[in-house]
């Protein structure tokens, strides 16, 4: 009856988001006034990693605007930088795009489809002075470009003609110079106050093996010159990225307004929209620290379930639905901000409560017997597979004289309101019987149950009480390892591996209800009392996706 919670690329459609924002208005605004008839947004990865969960919200944002005003959303690989990008990074961002709920048409692009028109699109600019090459070194490059509050210098070779510019740049193409020997640069400004306009470097010699060109190219684009070319050739209308752009976003205007005017290019041009990024408590999305926490074996892989990744997440049990909530719920906006992580947990909670199928899982076994029990007895008690979904059905439970209990739910001298188990105390077991507790013996608890206390029969409203067990029959439990998650920093703001939490992960042997081995991989279900918990995809264990309830917000409050 279970199902996994997590939606592929056949699954449910996202649905369109409604709250509004400033970038909903923009779009708006241009389809209104006819700027443009259709829109196109793009997510353009670099290949050269796992995404995060900031990338979750990105994802989200362009392919649910091109959704919400029935445009279109492009994939699009940045694979400018040869020597750190690899397929699977490429075949690692497509499954986490479709396991999202997204998709991106018959294909995903690449800046290297474009590189071709990017090489005639920097030879345009030597051509009409907007470019040169640049034979300094590195070191004095960066002497001369000046500082946020004096002008830079001009370079020696600043003012080379197009055609000794062409030819340096054609020799850089055909490999006749050694890798930093010479750099193009836009001829913009170098006493701009922006120190993105003095005179940005747009191609490089840089003698790598590319995943998909081979060795092709020995000249390759500098990012911020490649992307927004790549954008004018798909005719993408809204190029939106984070605030860390938003000081490039001049040399953006400034490249396709001289590619426009000289025709290389179609208008309208590409418009940049800049918000502001993911950051979450409890959560490090530097990749720089990322790598940290892998090759230093702080955790299990780019997929450990704490990982901030989205294969981590996928592993944990967290849903492509959850997360569209999540974005839909911080939404957008020009200001920096860090969202408390307790925010994302409650997406994936209610949205778990939603679908995911109930089952019973003891987690601390303690022995239960029943000593007036027929010995040898075992029956099937009913029990629903969603309490507030009757069409999901009910299911047969194994009850029988041997049981398991959390162990936190006996005390053999109860503390005040403590209604669960101890001596002379009754209870009832979940959808079963009213049990009365005689003690413990030999690290076991003994109890006699009452034979016409059945759930759902006549006899069973003759019994109050207040306490309400779940259990597993021993004889029929599925012993597993399930795994508890918790954050993987112990602060709200982590610096690094120094704030690591070091109760981040718990492993226990548990007890779990018989149906539960025949989980699939990356199944979902409710563990009643505990949380929610998934069957781990690559072994026969459980993870905990998320407790049921915020225990850190009270914890740390004030």
């Known amino acids: ?215 092709k190219w020995c000249i390759y684009p500098m990012y911020t010159f490649a992307h927004p070319i790549e954008d004018a050739v798909e005719r993408v209308t809204h190029s939106i990225c984070t605030l860390e752009f938003e000081d490039q976003r001049p040399f953006y205007d400034w490249l396709l307004a001289r590619l426009a005017d000289g025709g290389v290019i179609e208008r309208p041009v590409p418009q940049q929209i800049e918000f502001a990024r993911l950051n979450l408590t409890y959560v490090v999305l530097s990749k720089r620290k990322l790598i940290q926490l892998v090759e230093e074996a702080h955790v299990e892989g780019w997929d450990d379930p704490r990982m901030p990744t989205l294969a981590g997440a996928r592993r944990r049990g967290y849903t492509a639905e959850g997360f569209r909530r999540f974005a839909e719920r911080v939404g957008v906006s020009k200001a920096n901000s860090v969202i408390e992580f307790a925010i994302l947990e409650d997406a994936m909670r209610e949205h778990l409560n939603e679908v995911a199928p109930r089952r019973m899982g003891v987690l601390d076994p303690l022995k239960l017997v029943i000593d007036n029990y027929p010995q040898g007895g075992e029956e099937l008690l009913e029990q629903p597979n969603h309490p507030q979904k009757p069409e999901l059905g009910r299911r047969p439970v194994p009850f029988s004289g041997e049981l398991w209990i959390e162990r936190e739910d006996y005390q053999e001298i109860p503390e005040k309101g403590f209604f669960r188990l101890y001596p002379g105390n009754s209870v009832r077991l979940r959808f079963g019987y009213v049990i009365e507790c005689t003690g413990m013996r030999d690290g076991v608890v003994h109890c006699n149950y009452h034979p016409d206390s059945r759930s759902g029969t006549p006899g069973a409203d003759a019994y109050k009480v207040k306490g309400n067990l779940h259990w597993v029959s021993a004889r029929h439990a599925h012993a597993a390892e399930v ?76």
Not at 41 to 67: D, M, Q, V
Not at 515 to 530: D, I, K, M, N, V
């Open 1 to 215: 009856m279970s199902n996994s919670a997590n939606s592929g690329p056949g699954g449910k459609k996202p649905q369109a988001a409604s709250t509004s924002n400033f970038i909903r208005q923009i779009v708006e605004a241009d389809l209104a006034t006819g700027r443009h008839a259709k829109i196109l947004t793009r997510f353009p990865p670099e290949p050269n990693g796992y995404l995060h969960f900031g990338h979750a919200k990105s994802i989200c944002l362009n392919f649910g605007l091109a959704a919400q005003y029935r445009g279109a959303c492009n994939l699009r690989f940045d694979d400018t930088n040869p020597e750190k990008e690899e397929q699977a990074y490429v075949d690692s961002i497509i499954d986490s795009v479709r396991w999202l709920g997204y998709e991106y048409g018959a294909a995903p692009r690449y800046a290297s489809d474009y590189f071709d028109f990017m090489y005639r699109a920097a030879e345009h600019l030597i051509e009409h002075g907007h470019a040169y090459v640049d034979s300094q070194s590195a070191e004095q490059m960066r002497a001369n470009r000046g500082t946020l509050t004096e002008p830079g210098h001009a370079s020696p070779h600043r003012d080379r003609s197009p055609a000794e510019n062409l030819t340096l740049f054609r020799e850089m193409r055909d490999g006749r110079h050694a890798d930093g020997a010479h750099v193009l640069r836009a001829r913009i400004d170098m006493a701009s106050p922006n120190i993105n306009l003095r005179d940005p470097a747009i191609y490089r010699i840089r003698r790598a093996t590319h995943h998909r060109t081979g060795d």
């Open 483 to 558: 795994r508890l998650y918790d954050r993987l920093f112990r602060v709200a703001n982590p610096d690094g591996v120094a704030d690591l939490n070091p109760d981040s992960r718990r492993i226990v042997r548990a007890q779990l209800e018989p149906a539960l081995g025949e989980a699939l991989p990356g199944e979902t279900f409710q563990f009643e009392r505990h949380g929610y918990f998934v069957r781990d995809p690559k072994d026969a264990g459980f993870n905990r996706t998320v407790s049921m309830r915020d225990s850190w917000t009270p914890r740390n409050a004030g």
